[in-house]
């Protein structure tokens, strides 16, 4: 099979590069169609264990299959193809394989007329755990030649593509795989009801008017008196009058009673007369009084006992039946008894009667009773026996059938009775001795076949409540709880359902004492089925727990409205394919993702261009397309008919399922109509049900009508893969995120039409920083993509979830992305017409994650960089589109409906809610009615959980709702909303307690942006009142109801009406300088300001502003008063922790709302009124520009500045820098201190006297950058000058960090405390912010208080524009805890420079190191860096030198500036000395001290000058200095750093000063050693010699000191040098005091003599001597090539001369040692004439001697130089002698 080759495009790390270049090399296929005439029979599986497809090899299945392998790896090309199949030849292929490769091809191909699920071909491919249970993943190594990448570990249950091509085409083209409901169609009622008509009784019963009368008597003669009797503890009279009878004149009484069980008044009634099971009611008029006064009110029962009348049925053969106790008598009235009850069948078989019995009260006290009937309904209460059907399930709801029985109602609790309203009502039914909620009328449900799921049913009936009661219709979904109010109420049981108790009809009016309509619409459901209902009632009741005294009900109706939904009405394109058997989703249309179903299809036809598809079972109506295009219902296609799937074995249980990849291949896959069932691993890394794993940029790769079940973990996930397409797939009951980006390095994907739903939760996570515990349907990590017509269907937290990071992940990152990619910043590509419902959180959200600031593409106030287009966003529980922590937003078009917040732009900035654009408005529906009727017809499940509105806690329903703004920035604006149209957001629309169209979030940020706008709006209804149009009180609080600083421009007057203006806060903060511009509005916490114009500006200030402190605007005599916002993150946190928070802000911020236009005062205040300042001000002003009159806000505002009252230097710098200022109300608060992450609190110890010394301590650091922060009073700092010097003294300790040790205390010292002074710099003077390093910790001390100190010499640059300065304590690791104590900061003006040193006297200050502060820091010294230390240290006897330790570089140590005014003519030779010692701090020997020259200290000198028109600097670099007399001990001697500077007249300094440059810095340090080297300096000198002189007496010649006689202290000889920094000391060798040069580093070092020119009369060509004794000094162990042969290397001398101006200098000989030979004395002589750049006295004339090895010293004596004659004048003097 020949195939083209595919390129593979894969970028970034070498060792995919290879493999990409293999893959392409090695012909990676490309195909769709695979001719199977080309291919072979797949070999029988029999004896197979791995299915190998070679190379260039193709095999075919084409008829039933059933094979099993261990593993299947493709290389050339397996076609799979059921084309061909019939219904008498169906093709049926399964295949198992514990893993499945693919290098070639793997195609398989189905019948583009196949019907789904199709009963002639089926293909099934099930990856199953591997047969060896140690085996946990396998590893993918290619088989072909060569290999074309390298193995790699690809898990379990793996079908893995890796450089080869998926090509399956499974589903047919025109076959949907979901479409949306059109409309249903509903079954007819149930089976026609015959009412029941009353039962017949017994021909044994001997009184035919006993048979519905067992007992109905008022004692009026003889005939109704028959048959009653007592016993012997009584006398019963029958027929007693005493003129007040109940019921006639007579009544029944029972006197003589000695005891409450005696004197019964009874009657027995034949059980032959009675009907089991059917309900009889009795009622009967009783009282007792006392027979000792004849009173009522003076028996037990009237005394509160219960000792009252009772009444019951007494069986002989079984317990009595309790009809009821009369209640507590105060009078003479008659009480009435009521109840119903059934005789049962085993009473009326055993006894031949019953007795009906009055007794219970005390004895002494009589029983009286009449008016008794015991009946059950005569046939009169029936209805007529005409059959009818289910349309009407309660009976006698009009209580007309008969006027004194209630049939088919009873009582649950306490008693009912017909009564008679007396008006055009008629009869109703009353419920009375209520003591519970589920006391009342109810009424069974004989027609339990009527009960069928999907039945709807509307419900209505009226009530009457006494004029007290306390019902209370707060809003709420019907069938809602309602306090106190009525409902109406179906209880089923089942042996299966158990009791069910649904609320089908609630209470939607009341006035109290008329009639109240009950009503509502319920839908059956799945366990109202008749096959499981035992029995059914109807129950009406009152929410009160029994407090109404009575309630009165009429008018009830139960309707059959329609029969189940078993059809749907869909799009016809699904008639062809969609078959029976196949199992379809419908989604949820509540709030509910759980409330999606799955019914199997029984039917498909086609009517009226439509298909009905029958169900197997009815279902929830769906909203269709019919009822609302914006909330159709999807319905989606569940089967396949090629499937690839994880077996259901034990790794399945573990959720460890198949898994799919391409991996790392570029070349185009197709994948159609495929099922991934059981596919994902949960917990486990790329193992996922679809998953395109760093395959780069794949165009023409396409997964499309693929669906997704079951999946353990994630669905389609594009991972490191570029340009693919993702269309029409369905994703049902998955874990984690479902469509999703990986990395975030994903860019130019396309995902459209997809559908996913009921999106749940993983138990594991991949790992901590994944979120698929909080799973999106739709994850997006790079908005550089398209998403289009996708649906959110039901996830269990998020639809569409934008979780940005500020860099592309691991293994993406850096692959063909820069490095800095920040996909939070990217503009979104296309986001249009998708779809999020029934989400539990949101529909749509920015956040948790970085939040989504897209850089807008052009650079305009209201330019947005993400558009979302047309989006609907319904039933969701949280907000229908939430913007957090984002920016540049735009909603364009759509529909917000049935959200608990349509829209939310929560901390976001610049965002628009946009309706005037090609998308159209945006609707904004607070509870549609569509949901409203919705959840009615869910009765008691449409309350609470699926509606927002469940009762008067239930938070309000908000159209769109804003959040106070903290940016501040002017090119940071407030939201626009603009053409939205608000629909039912009133009270009474959507059943919620303070709905409103337009809200503010409770939390209070600081700052609400005035130019957040509104225009073009419209509402329904159009008369929204005002309040419910924008309402700015807050939703929970109640200590401060209103939003505090509100203002919302109304441009147009759309939001509230008139001509425009702005709707505020009612604050006297926001309407106190607007005097009578602006009128309240009542409930809303709001007041409407028209044809106002406002303007915003933020003050920053410190946070650490004194409690109280207040902004006071004043205009006129009107004033306001603004308080300080800190932070929203602790506005609620106990004060005790405040400080220590690291989510403290570090300003406080001060918002003025002002009227444009008019000039306001602004000052700072404390409690006590007088004038306060917080340290530092930041204004910024918040206008956008032309909204307002011209100018900035800050033009209209004047600010008052408190006099600092003294210069800088008298300024506290610090506050509390002892830490000893307590916070009285908190014992961890530190005053006036503040941090930049890691928190500051108070921490204490005892010092040795016994006293408490506190401290400050920053100990949740996390980052060397975090630790204390002060702010400074920038009225001081504008005091101070330039020049003057900022000194600061600390002490810091730390503690902690890894290992317990910090690493400061390493040998390194690395990561100690450091201090940053940061200034920031006002928008006036360029904005922008400069941090500068001034101190650092100079001690070391583990667990102790260390030293920290620096200096900061001030600049204008510094000082000028800054209006925010702070100083920070940071530099040691995160981790580590930072205490601070004895904090010090002073300012010192700038003073004038020491006087210059008169001559020969040094340049340096303080070279004894003699003058140090009270911290041991020597005055005029610092370190070369601030890391870096340098402190007094003394020696054993009490002498001051300067210690120089913790040396980061060996270009670091001292460092004095110098009085620059001592450089003005720096032309000259100087020469500088120290004493110094070198300590190892490793222990080691320095390499200075071992080799006695690399490494060693050296003197340097910058000379800075400065340009007299541009100001450029230029720095001039001089070395001087060499070790003399090195130590052979570590640190125990002092050695000498000692040597000469030359800056001749050629110099580059001295053309710059020449040229009109002024010096104005000089700086000497000592460095070199390397890092870890301690350098101890003392006696520090530079001095400037005078020039070169001629020698006073003329026979010493012109050279002076020749014979080294006259040396300093040191031995350093006057007149003479160590040429380029080598030593050069008076040494003894033997009977000569001679010089000794070493520590040469080149052969051409060695002693140096300046001449001067001209001396004595000397002129150019006079002929001059040089006379010399000199010797080379071989160290031992060291030779010299000194000899006749190689002259080179001996003593030679040199002059060198230039004239000024010259560009180099000249060099000639003058002389070599006689001698060639090294270790003796020589004679070095010479005769030269004298050149004209000698003799002038123009230019430099030095003389030196050099040429021996540089391990060599060279000695010299005797040095002359001479005219011969006056050589031989000074031989008479003894001088040549020597």
Same mark, same amino acid.
């Given at each position: 099979?020949?195939?083209?080759?595919?390129?593979?495009?894969?970028?970034?790390?070498?060792?995919?590069?290879?493999?990409?270049?293999?893959?392409?090399?090695?012909?990676a296929?490309v195909?769709?169609?695979?001719?199977?005439?080309?291919?072979?029979?797949?070999?029988?599986?029999?004896?197979?264990?791995?299915?190998i497809?070679?190379?260039?090899?193709?095999?075919?299945?084409?008829?039933s299959?059933?094979?099993a392998y261990?593993?299947?790896?493709v290389v050339?090309?397996?076609?799979?193809?059921t084309?061909?199949?019939?219904?008498?030849?169906?093709v049926?292929?399964?295949?198992?394989?514990?893993?499945?490769?693919?290098e070639g091809?793997?195609?398989?191909?189905?019948?583009?007329?196949?019907?789904?699920?199709?009963a002639?071909?089926?293909?099934?491919i099930t990856?199953?755990?591997?047969?060896?249970?140690?085996?946990?993943?396998?590893?993918?190594?290619?088989?072909k030649?060569?290999p074309?990448?390298e193995?790699?570990s690809?898990?379990?249950?793996?079908?893995?593509?890796?450089?080869g091509?998926?090509?399956?085409?499974?589903?047919?083209?025109?076959?949907?795989?979901?479409?949306?409901?059109?409309?249903?169609i509903?079954?007819?009622?149930?089976?026609?009801l015959?009412?029941?008509?009353?039962?017949?009784v017994?021909?044994?019963?001997p009184d035919?008017?006993?048979t519905?009368?067992?007992?109905?008597?008022?004692f009026?003669d003889?005939?109704?008196?028959?048959g009653?009797?007592?016993?012997?503890?009584?006398?019963l009279t029958?027929?007693?009058?005493?003129g007040?009878?109940?019921?006639?004149?007579a009544y029944?009484?029972?006197?003589?009673?000695?005891?409450?069980w005696g004197?019964y008044?009874?009657?027995d009634?034949?059980?032959?007369?009675?009907?089991?099971?059917?309900?009889?009611?009795?009622?009967a008029?009783?009282?007792?009084r006392?027979?000792a006064?004849?009173?009522?009110?003076?028996?037990?029962?009237?005394?509160?006992?219960?000792?009252?009348?009772?009444?019951?049925?007494?069986?002989?053969?079984?317990?009595d039946?309790?009809?009821?106790?009369s209640?507590?008598?105060?009078?003479?009235?008659w009480?009435?008894?009521?109840?119903?009850?059934?005789?049962?069948?085993?009473?009326?078989?055993?006894?031949?009667?019953?007795?009906?019995?009055?007794?219970?009260?005390?004895?002494?006290?009589?029983?009286?009773?009449?008016?008794?009937r015991?009946?059950r309904?005569p046939?009169?209460?029936?209805?007529?026996?005409?059959?009818s059907t289910?349309a009407?399930?309660?009976?006698?709801?009009?209580?007309?059938l008969?006027?004194?029985?209630?049939?088919?109602?009873?009582?649950?609790?306490?008693s009912?009775g017909?009564?008679?309203?007396?008006?055009?009502?008629g009869?109703?039914?009353?419920?009375?001795?209520?003591?519970?909620?589920?006391?009342?009328?109810?009424?069974?449900?004989?027609?339990?076949? @009527?009960?069928q =799921? &999907?039945?709807? +049913?509307? /419900?209505?009936?009226?009530?009457? #409540?006494? *004029? $007290? %009661?306390a019902?209370?219709?707060?809003?709420?979904?019907?069938?809602?709880d309602?306090?106190s109010?009525?409902?109406?109420?179906?209880r089923?049981a089942?042996g299966?359902?158990?009791t069910?108790?649904?609320?089908?009809?609630?209470?939607?009016?009341?006035?109290?004492g008329?009639?109240?309509?009950?009503?509502?619409?319920?839908?059956?459901?799945?366990?109202?089925?008749?096959?499981l209902?035992?029995?059914?009632?109807?129950?009406?009741?009152?929410?009160?727990?029994?407090?109404?005294?009575?309630?009165?009900?009429?008018?009830?109706?139960?309707?059959?409205v329609?029969g189940?939904?078993?059809t749907?009405?869909?799009?016809?394109?699904?008639?062809p @394919?969609?078959? =029976? &058997?196949?199992? +379809?989703l /419908?989604?949820?249309n509540?709030? #509910?993702? *759980? $409330? %999606?179903?799955?019914?199997?299809?029984e039917?498909?036809?086609v009517?009226?261009?439509?298909?009905?598809?029958?169900l197997?079972?009815?279902i929830?109506?769906?909203?269709?397309?019919?009822?609302?295009?914006?909330?159709a219902?999807?319905?989606?296609?569940?089967?396949?008919n090629v499937?690839?799937?994880?077996?259901?074995?034990?790794?399945?249980?573990?959720?460890?399922g198949?898994?799919?990849?391409?991996?790392?291949t570029?070349?185009?896959?197709?994948m159609?109509?495929?099922?991934?069932?059981?596919?994902?691993?949960?917990?486990?890394?790329?193992?996922?049900p679809?998953?395109?794993?760093?395959?780069?940029?794949?165009p023409?790769?396409?997964?499309s009508?693929?669906?997704?079940?079951?999946?353990?973990?994630?669905?389609?996930v594009?991972?490191?893969? $570029?340009?693919?397409?993702?269309?029409?797939?369905?994703a049902?009951?998955?874990?984690?995120h479902?469509?999703?980006?990986?990395?975030?390095?994903?860019?130019?994907?396309t995902?459209?039409?997809?559908l996913?739903?009921?999106?749940?939760?993983?138990?594991?996570l991949?790992?901590?920083?994944?979120?698929d515990d909080?799973?999106?349907?739709?994850?997006i990590?790079?908005p550089?993509?398209?998403?289009?017509?996708?649906?959110?269907?039901?996830?269990?937290?998020?639809?569409?979830w934008?979780?940005?990071?500020?860099?592309?992940?691991?293994?993406?990152r850096?692959?063909?992305l820069?490095?800095?990619?920040?996909?939070?910043?990217?503009?979104?590509?296309?986001?249009?017409?998708n779809v999020?419902?029934?989400?539990?959180?949101?529909?749509?959200?920015?956040?948790?994650?970085?939040?989504?600031t897209?850089?807008?593409?052009?650079?305009?106030?209201?330019?947005?960089?993400?558009?979302?287009?047309?989006?609907?966003s319904y039933?969701?529980?949280?907000?229908?589109?939430?913007?957090?922590?984002?920016?540049?937003l735009?909603?364009?078009?759509?529909?917000?409906?049935?959200?608990?917040?349509?829209?939310?732009?929560?901390?976001?900035?610049?965002?628009?809610?946009?309706?005037?654009?090609?998308?159209?408005?945006?609707?904004?529906?607070?509870?549609?009615?569509?949901?409203?009727?919705?959840?009615?017809?869910?009765?008691s499940l449409?309350?609470?959980?699926?509606?927002?509105?469940?009762?008067p806690t239930?938070?309000p329903?908000?159209?769109?709702?804003?959040?106070q703004?903290?940016?501040?920035a002017?090119?940071?604006?407030?939201?626009?909303?603009?053409?939205?149209?608000?629909?039912?957001?009133?009270?009474?629309?959507?059943?919620?307690?303070?709905?409103?169209a337009?809200?503010?979030?409770?939390?209070?940020q600081g700052?609400?942006?005035?130019?957040?706008?509104?225009?073009?709006?419209?509402w329904?209804?159009a008369?929204?009142?005002?309040?419910?149009r924008v309402?700015?009180?807050?939703?929970?609080?109640?200590?401060?109801?209103?939003?505090?600083?509100?203002?919302i421009?109304?441009g147009?007057g759309?939001?509230?009406?008139?001509?425009?203006?702005?709707?505020?806060?009612?604050t006297?903060?926001?309407?106190?300088?607007?005097g009578s511009?602006?009128?309240?509005?009542?409930?809303?916490?709001?007041a409407?300001?028209?044809?106002?114009?406002l303007?915003?500006?933020?003050?920053?200030?410190?946070?650490?502003?004194?409690?109280?402190?207040?902004?006071?605007?004043?205009?006129?005599?009107?004033?306001?008063?603004?308080?300080?916002?800190?932070?929203?993150?602790?506005?609620?946190?106990p004060?005790?922790?405040?400080?220590?928070?690291?989510e403290?802000?570090?300003?406080?911020?001060?918002?003025a709302?002002v009227?444009?236009?008019?000039?306001?005062?602004?000052?700072?205040?404390g409690t006590?009124?007088?004038?306060?300042w917080p340290?530092f001000?930041?204004?910024?002003?918040?206008?956008?520009?032309?909204?307002?009159?011209?100018?900035?806000?800050?033009?209209?505002?004047?600010l008052?500045?408190?006099?600092?009252?003294?210069?800088?230097?008298s300024?506290?710098?610090?506050?509390?820098?002892?830490?000893e200022?307590?916070d009285?109300?908190?014992s961890?608060?530190?005053?006036?201190?503040?941090?930049?992450?890691?928190?500051?609190?108070?921490?204490?110890?005892?010092?040795?006297?016994?006293?408490?010394?506190?401290?400050?301590?920053?100990d949740e650091?996390t980052?060397?950058?975090?630790?204390?922060?002060?702010?400074?009073?920038?009225?001081?700092?504008?005091?101070?000058?330039?020049?003057?010097?900022?000194?600061l003294?600390?002490?810091?300790k730390?503690?902690?960090g890894?290992?317990?040790?910090?690493r400061?205390?390493?040998?390194?010292h690395?990561?100690c405390?450091?201090?940053e002074l940061?200034?920031?710099?006002?928008?006036?003077?360029?904005?922008?912010s400069?941090?500068?390093?001034?101190?650092?910790?100079?001690?070391?001390?583990?667990?102790?208080?260390?030293l920290?100190?620096g200096?900061?010499?001030?600049?204008?640059?510094?000082?000028?524009?800054?209006?925010?300065v702070?100083v920070?304590?940071?530099?040691?690791?995160?981790?580590?805890?930072?205490?601070?104590?004895?904090?010090?900061?002073?300012?010192?003006?700038?003073?004038?420079?020491a006087?210059?040193?008169a001559?020969?006297g040094?340049?340096?200050?303080?070279?004894?190191?003699?003058?140090?502060?009270?911290?041991?820091?020597?005055?005029?010294?610092?370190?070369?860096?601030?890391?870096?230390?340098?402190?007094?240290a003394?020696?054993?006897?009490?002498?001051?030198?300067?210690?120089?330790y913790?040396?980061?570089?060996?270009n670091?140590?001292?460092?004095q500036m110098?009085?620059?005014a001592?450089?003005?003519?720096p032309v000259?030779?100087?020469?500088v000395?120290?004493d110094?010692?070198l300590?190892?701090?490793?222990?080691?020997?320095a390499?200075?001290?071992?080799?006695?020259?690399?490494?060693?200290?050296?003197?340097?000198?910058?000379?800075?000058?400065?340009?007299?028109?541009?100001?450029?600097?230029?720095?001039?670099y001089?070395?001087?200095?060499?070790?003399?007399?090195?130590?052979?001990?570590l640190?125990?001697?002092?050695?000498?750093?000692?040597?000469?500077?030359?800056?001749?007249p050629?110099s580059?300094?001295?053309?710059?000063l020449?040229?009109?440059?002024?010096?104005?810095?000089?700086?000497?340090?000592?460095?070199?050693?390397?890092?870890?080297?301690?350098?101890?300096v003392?006696n520090?000198?530079?001095?400037k010699?005078?020039p070169?002189?001629?020698?006073?007496?003329?026979?010493?010649?012109?050279?002076?000191?020749?014979?080294?006689?006259?040396?300093?202290?040191?031995?350093?000889?006057?007149?003479?040098?160590?040429?380029?920094?080598?030593?050069?000391l008076?040494?003894?060798?033997?009977?000569?005091?001679?010089?000794?040069?070493?520590?040469?580093?080149?052969?051409?070092?060695?002693?140096?003599?300046?001449?001067?020119?001209?001396?004595?009369?000397?002129?150019?060509?006079?002929?001059?001597?040089?006379?010399?004794?000199?010797?080379?000094?071989?160290?031992?162990?060291?030779?010299s090539?000194?000899?006749e042969?190689s002259?080179?290397?001996?003593?030679?001398?040199?002059?060198?001369?230039?004239?000024?101006?010259?560009?180099?200098?000249?060099?000639?000989?003058?002389?070599?040692?006689?001698?060639?030979?090294?270790?003796?004395?020589?004679l070095?002589?010479?005769?030269?004439?004298?050149?004209?750049?000698?003799?002038?006295?123009?230019?430099?004339?030095?003389?030196y001697?050099?040429?021996?090895e540089?391990?060599?010293?060279?000695?010299?004596?005797?040095?002359?130089?001479?005219?011969?004659?006056?050589?031989?004048?000074?031989?008479?003097?003894?001088?040549?002698?020597?």
């Open positions: 099979l020949s195939l083209p080759v595919a390129p593979v495009h894969l970028r970034g790390v070498e060792q995919i590069t290879q493999t990409a270049r293999r893959l392409a090399s090695a012909g296929p195909a769709s169609a695979v001719d199977l005439g080309l291919c072979d029979p797949l070999p029988p599986a029999a004896g197979i264990d791995d299915l497809v070679p190379e260039g090899v193709c095999y075919k299945i084409t008829t299959t059933s094979a261990k593993g299947i790896h050339g090309t397996l076609a799979i193809d084309s061909a199949s019939t219904a008498l030849a169906p049926h292929i399964s295949i198992t394989a514990e893993y499945i490769f693919v091809v793997f195609h398989i191909e189905t019948a583009d007329d196949d019907i789904v699920p199709s002639t071909s089926r293909v099934e990856l199953v755990e591997p047969a060896d249970a140690g085996i946990d993943s396998f590893v993918i190594e290619s088989r030649a060569p074309a990448f193995p790699e690809v898990g379990v249950k793996a079908f893995v593509v890796y450089g091509q998926l090509s399956v085409h499974a589903l047919p083209a025109a076959c949907p795989a979901w479409t949306r409901v059109q409309d249903v509903t079954e007819p009622a149930a089976q026609p015959t009412v029941p008509a009353p039962v017949e017994s021909p044994a019963c035919p008017a006993l519905f009368a067992p007992v109905r008597t008022s009026e003889a005939s109704e008196r028959s009653w009797y007592t016993d012997s503890s009584g006398a029958l027929d007693a009058s005493t007040d009878a109940a019921d006639g004149s029944a009484s029972v006197t003589g009673r000695t005891k409450r004197g008044l009874m009657h009634i034949p059980t032959a007369c009675l009907v089991a099971g059917e309900r009889y009611h009795f009622v008029k009783v009282r007792t006392n027979e006064d004849g009173r009522f009110d003076t028996t037990a029962c009237a005394l509160g006992s219960n000792r009252c009348v009772t009444a019951s049925i007494v069986s002989p053969s079984a317990s039946e309790w009809l009821g106790r209640t507590q008598q105060i009078d003479a009235g009480l009435e008894i009521t109840d119903q009850f059934e005789f049962s069948a085993e009473t009326i078989a055993a006894d031949p009667s019953v007795t009906l019995r009055f007794y219970n009260p005390e004895g002494g006290e009589t029983i009286e009773v009449d008016y008794v015991l009946e309904a046939p009169s209460a029936y209805p007529a026996p005409a059959p289910c009407q399930l309660a009976a006698n709801g009009e209580m007309d008969d006027e004194f029985f209630t049939w088919p109602w009873y009582a649950s609790g306490g009912i017909v009564i008679d309203t007396g008006g055009a009502r009869r109703a039914l009353r419920s009375t001795g209520r003591t519970r909620s589920w006391h009342g009328p109810n009424q069974a449900i004989g027609a339990l076949g @009527c009960l =799921p &999907g039945v709807t +049913l509307a /419900i209505s009936a009226l009530v009457r #409540l006494p *004029s $007290d %009661a019902c209370t219709l707060a809003p709420g979904a019907p069938g809602a309602r306090s109010c009525a409902r109406i109420e179906l089923t089942g299966t359902i158990g069910k108790y649904d609320a089908i009809a609630s209470q939607t009016e009341f006035a109290p008329a009639w109240n309509r009950v009503e509502g619409t319920y839908t059956l459901r799945e366990w109202h089925d008749a096959a209902i035992e029995s059914a009632l109807l129950r009406l009741q009152v929410r009160d727990d029994g407090a109404s005294a009575w309630a009165e009900w009429d008018s009830v109706t139960v309707a059959f329609h189940p939904v078993r749907l009405v869909l799009d016809a394109a699904v008639s @394919c969609w078959a =029976p &058997g196949a199992e +379809l /419908i989604t949820s509540t709030l #509910l993702w *759980s $409330d %999606a179903r799955v019914a199997i299809v039917s498909v036809d009517s009226g261009g439509s298909a009905r598809v029958r197997d079972r009815s929830d109506k769906p909203t269709t397309l019919a009822d609302s295009a914006d909330f219902t999807e319905v989606a296609l569940l089967e396949r499937v690839i799937q994880g077996a259901l074995d034990a790794l399945d249980a573990q959720k460890i198949g898994h799919l990849m391409v991996m790392k570029s070349a185009p896959q197709a159609h109509g495929v099922l991934l069932r059981r596919m994902g691993q949960q917990g486990r890394l790329g193992r996922y679809a998953h395109m794993h760093l395959c780069g940029p794949s023409g790769t396409v997964l009508r693929n669906l997704v079940r079951s999946s353990h973990q994630r669905c389609f594009i991972h490191g893969t $570029d340009e693919t397409e993702v269309n029409d797939n369905v049902f009951e998955t874990h984690g479902c469509f999703m980006l990986e990395d975030g390095g994903e860019i130019g994907n995902f459209a039409r997809n996913g739903a009921s999106t749940m939760r993983v138990d594991q991949i790992r901590a920083e994944e979120t909080d799973p999106s349907t739709f994850w990590t790079n550089d993509n398209t998403w289009l017509d996708n649906v959110a269907a039901g996830s269990a937290s998020t639809g569409f934008f979780e940005m990071r500020t860099r592309v992940r691991e293994p993406t850096g692959l063909w820069p490095d800095n990619y920040n996909p939070k910043t990217i503009p979104l590509r296309k986001f249009a017409r999020a419902h029934s989400n539990s959180n949101d529909g749509l959200q920015t956040y948790p994650g970085a939040g989504y897209p850089t807008p593409p052009a650079a305009e106030p209201h330019a947005v960089g993400a558009r979302f287009e047309a989006m609907r039933r969701n529980r949280g907000a229908g589109m939430f913007f957090h922590n984002s920016a540049y735009e909603v364009s078009g759509g529909v917000f409906a049935d959200n608990d917040r349509g829209i939310d732009v929560d901390r976001a900035h610049t965002c628009r809610i946009d309706g005037t654009g090609d998308e159209g408005v945006v609707r904004v529906l607070g509870v549609s009615e569509l949901y409203q009727a919705q959840l009615g017809a869910l009765g449409g309350h609470s959980s699926r509606s927002h509105c469940y009762g239930a938070d329903v908000v159209g769109v709702q804003l959040h703004q903290n940016s501040g002017s090119s940071k604006l407030g939201t626009w909303l603009g053409g939205v149209r608000f629909e039912r957001l009133t009270d009474a629309d959507t059943g919620c307690v303070g709905a409103r337009l809200s503010v979030d409770d939390e209070v700052l609400f942006d005035v130019r957040t706008a509104t225009g073009a709006l419209s329904a209804p008369d929204m009142p005002t309040a419910q309402n700015l009180c807050k939703e929970f609080s109640t200590s401060e109801p209103e939003q505090p600083d509100v203002a421009r109304d147009d759309s939001l509230v009406g008139g001509g425009g203006g702005f709707v505020v806060s009612d006297a903060r926001m309407t106190g300088l607007l511009a602006c009128t309240s509005v009542a409930g809303a916490c709001a409407v300001c028209p044809d106002t114009c303007r915003q500006i933020q003050y920053r200030t410190s946070s650490q502003i004194a409690p109280g402190t207040l902004l006071r605007l004043a205009v006129g005599d009107a004033t306001v008063d603004v308080p300080a916002y800190v932070s929203y993150r602790v506005e609620d946190t004060k005790e922790t405040l400080i220590a928070s690291t403290q802000r570090d300003r406080a911020e001060f918002v709302v009227p444009a236009g008019v000039q306001v005062s602004a000052s700072f205040v006590d009124g007088a004038p306060a340290l001000v930041q204004s910024v002003a918040i206008d956008e520009p032309g909204a307002c009159a011209a100018g900035a806000a800050t033009d209209d505002v004047t008052f500045v408190p006099a600092l009252g003294g210069g800088a230097e300024c506290a710098w610090v506050a509390n820098g002892d830490f200022t307590l009285a109300a908190s961890l608060r530190v005053p006036s201190w503040w941090h930049d992450g890691g928190g500051v609190v108070l921490g204490a110890e005892t010092r040795a006297d016994g006293s408490t010394n506190h401290f400050g301590v920053s650091r980052s060397t950058g975090h630790g204390p922060v002060q702010w400074l009073d920038t009225r001081c700092w504008h005091a101070a000058e330039p020049g003057g010097v900022l000194t003294r600390a002490r810091a730390l503690s902690g890894s290992g317990g040790v910090p400061c205390y390493s040998a390194s690395a990561d405390v450091r201090v940061r200034v920031e710099r006002s928008a006036a003077a360029g904005g922008g400069a941090e500068v390093d001034f101190a650092a910790q100079v001690e070391h001390t583990p667990d102790g208080w260390n920290v100190a200096e900061l010499e001030l600049t204008a640059e510094l000082l000028d524009g800054a209006d925010a702070r920070l304590f940071e530099g040691p690791e995160g981790g580590v805890a930072l205490a601070l104590d004895d904090v010090m900061l002073s300012y010192t003006p700038p003073s004038p420079w006087a210059c040193p001559p020969g040094s340049l340096v200050q303080n070279g004894g190191f003699d003058e140090a502060d009270t911290f041991g820091l020597p005055a005029s010294w610092t370190s070369a860096a601030l890391a870096d230390q340098l402190v007094v003394y020696a054993p006897e009490g002498n001051a030198y300067g210690r120089s913790a040396r980061s570089s060996d670091h140590g001292p460092v110098l009085n620059p001592c450089w003005a003519e000259g030779t100087y020469a000395r120290a110094v010692r300590h190892a701090e490793s222990g080691a020997l390499d200075c001290l071992a080799d006695g020259s690399s490494n060693c200290p050296r003197f340097e000198l910058r000379v800075t000058t400065t340009g007299p028109s541009d100001g450029v600097e230029t720095v001039h001089f070395d001087a200095g060499s070790l003399h007399g090195v130590s052979t001990a640190g125990t001697g002092w050695d000498l750093l000692g040597g000469t500077l030359t800056i001749p050629t580059a300094l001295a053309a710059a020449a040229g009109g440059e002024t010096t104005t810095a000089v700086r000497l340090s000592i460095e070199e050693p390397e890092p870890g080297v301690e350098v101890h003392d520090v000198g530079l001095t010699l005078p070169a002189a001629c020698p006073a007496v003329p026979t010493v010649g012109i050279v002076a000191n020749g014979g080294f006689d006259d040396f300093d202290a040191d031995g350093r000889p006057s007149a003479w040098e160590g040429r380029s920094g080598s030593r050069l008076v040494a003894v060798d033997g009977a000569r005091v001679a010089a000794r040069s070493s520590g040469r580093a080149s052969r051409s070092h060695g002693p140096l003599a300046r001449l001067a020119e001209g001396c004595h009369g000397l002129h150019a060509g006079d002929s001059l001597i040089v006379h010399a004794w000199v010797k080379i000094d071989v160290p031992d162990g060291q030779t090539a000194c000899s042969s002259s080179s290397h001996c003593i030679r001398c040199t002059r060198q001369s230039r004239d000024a101006g010259a560009a180099g200098s000249n060099y000639r000989s003058c002389g070599t040692q006689v001698t060639r030979q090294a270790g003796v004395w020589s070095l002589e010479a005769q030269f004439t004298l050149q004209p750049d000698e003799a002038d006295g123009s230019g430099e004339w030095y003389l001697f050099e040429g021996p540089t391990h060599n010293d060279i000695l010299i004596d005797d040095v002359w130089v001479g005219e011969l004659s006056t050589l031989l004048d000074a031989a008479g003097s003894g001088v040549a002698r020597r």
